[in-house]
């Protein structure tokens, strides 16, 4: 007795003589390949392209920062020379520094009557403040002008990542040309820490704020407008990661084996459904011809 493997074949082999094509089952056919390579050109565009998924969490996401965060500050004031121009930084810790000047630039605006400030620096992760003001300059000016253009507030790390829009540079762009020049500006901003892990892990930090705004004349003791330009911030405990995803690849095999099979399946019910339909017709069309 010998044994044949051929038993065990589930996939039976109907002679070509035994099987009938129709024009109805090739133009099923037809449109099942053009279906089945549209879902599956879907499909891989959707595999090789990756995903941003976002989420929040109660932590601080940059332990090794040192209790740090990088500023980047780029101001112009067309109306105040560079000489009475001055940053000064003040936190909760204690933190006080007046006229604050490394890794920071001057340029003069308007043949030297305006300037412009670029400034990068690092505070502390607790409240405080810091301001673009005269405070630090030897002589106060009689008038001040603290009209300004903000043209970069950002915190941390750069992102430029097209798929994330936050509010990165929430105050890039703002004008304040056509406000009170002895007025002062208060620009109340919330922190937020922000955490970006592209596809092979690596993480980036950087921080999203909100703003909020107010001007006002301020006196001093002495009955003099010392106006300011203030960045009042602190930080929100949420933090918001974004994290890089691709479709798995076991994943994306099985929805094209679904998609194939699931195609053909269908397909294949419709034309015998036709087939059985039209053969019952015409028997009916020779039993009234008989």
């Given at each position: 007795?010998?044994?044949?493997?051929?038993?065990?074949?589930?996939?039976?082999?109907?002679?070509?003589?035994?099987t009938?094509?129709?024009?109805?089952?090739?133009?099923?056919?037809?449109?099942?390949?053009?279906?089945?390579?549209?879902?599956?050109?879907?499909?891989?565009?959707?595999?090789?392209?990756?995903?941003?998924?976002?989420?929040?969490?109660?932590?601080?996401?940059?332990?090794?920062?040192?209790?740090?965060?990088e500023?980047?500050?780029?101001?112009?004031?067309?109306?105040?020379?560079?000489?009475?121009v001055?940053?000064d930084?003040?936190?909760?810790?204690?933190?006080?520094?007046?006229?604050?000047?490394?890794n920071?630039?001057?340029?003069?605006?308007?043949?030297?009557?305006?300037?412009?400030?670029?400034?990068?620096?690092?505070?502390?992760?607790?409240?405080?403040?810091?301001?673009?003001?005269?405070?630090?300059?030897?002589?106060?000016?009689?008038?001040?002008?603290?009209?300004?253009?903000?043209?970069?507030?950002?915190?941390?790390?750069?992102?430029?990542?097209?798929?994330?829009?936050?509010?990165?540079?929430?105050?890039?762009?703002?004008?304040?040309?056509?406000?009170?020049?002895?007025?002062?500006?208060?620009?109340?901003?919330?922190?937020?820490?922000?955490?970006?892990?592209?596809?092979?892990?690596?993480?980036?930090?950087?921080?999203?704020?909100?703003?909020?705004?107010?001007?006002?004349?301020?006196?001093?003791?002495?009955?003099?407008?010392?106006?300011?330009?203030?960045f009042?911030?602190?930080?929100?405990?949420?933090?918001?990661?974004?994290?890089?995803?691709?479709?798995?690849?076991?994943?994306?095999?099985?929805?094209?084996?679904?998609?194939?099979?699931?195609?053909?399946?269908?397909?294949?019910?419709?034309?015998?459904?036709?087939?059985?339909?039209?053969?019952?017709?015409?028997?009916?069309?020779?039993?009234?011809?008989?």
């Amino acid at each position: 007795m010998t044994f044949d493997v051929r038993r065990f074949d589930i996939y039976r082999k109907v002679p070509k003589d035994l099987t009938q094509p129709t024009y109805t089952g090739a133009f099923i056919s037809i449109l099942c390949c053009v279906f089945i390579l549209f879902l599956f050109l879907s499909e891989l565009t959707g595999f090789i392209a990756t995903e941003i998924v976002n989420e929040l969490y109660v932590d601080d996401p940059d332990k090794d920062s040192g209790g740090k965060i990088e500023v980047s500050l780029n101001i112009s004031l067309p109306n105040l020379h560079c000489d009475l121009v001055g940053l000064d930084i003040q936190d909760e810790m204690g933190r006080h520094e007046v006229g604050h000047i490394e890794n920071s630039m001057k340029i003069p605006l308007n043949q030297g009557d305006g300037c412009r400030f670029e400034g990068e620096f690092t505070i502390n992760k607790v409240p405080g403040n810091f301001h673009v003001s005269t405070h630090s300059a030897t002589a106060q000016p009689q008038k001040p002008d603290m009209t300004h253009t903000i043209h970069k507030l950002a915190f941390g790390e750069k992102l430029q990542v097209q798929k994330v829009q936050g509010a990165f540079n929430a105050l890039g762009g703002a004008d304040k040309m056509s406000s009170n020049p002895l007025a002062s500006h208060d620009y109340i901003l919330k922190i937020v820490p922000t955490v970006y892990e592209d596809l092979s892990g690596r993480q980036r930090f950087s921080y999203q704020y909100t703003v909020a705004n107010k001007e006002y004349v301020a006196y001093s003791h002495t009955g003099r407008i010392i106006p300011a330009i203030w960045f009042r911030y602190d930080l929100s405990p949420i933090t918001v990661k974004y994290t890089e995803r691709r479709q798995p690849l076991y994943r994306f095999i099985t929805t094209i084996c679904a998609i194939i099979g699931g195609t053909f399946t269908v397909a294949g019910i419709i034309d015998a459904c036709i087939f059985t339909a039209s053969e019952a017709w015409k028997k009916i069309q020779i039993g009234k011809m008989s």
